[in-house]
């Protein structure tokens, strides 16, 4: 399962990821960008939602789409 994963590096999202990270095809996205769990975040605006839908839209690696995304 393919899931995007905004705000990756916040609160919840540092301590869901590590969690997470075995048990779905994640890609993750924050405001400033980073590394977490040993992944890279892509640095996306998360308050801009149209930077958000094309994000979205682009899809996961190889172009698929996403099958859940989490905000």
Known sequence: M????????????SHVV?????????????????NI?????AAVNICDWNAIKTFIEKGALG???YDAVVY
């Open 37 to 41: 769990a040993d992944m890279e975040v």
């Open 18 to 34: 590590p969690f997470l990270k075995d048990k779905f095809e994640l890609s993750l996205a924050a405001l400033n960008g980073d």
């Open 2 to 13: 393919k899931v995007l994963f905004i705000g990756a590096t916040g609160l919840v999202g």
């Open 63 to 65: 172009g698929m789409p």
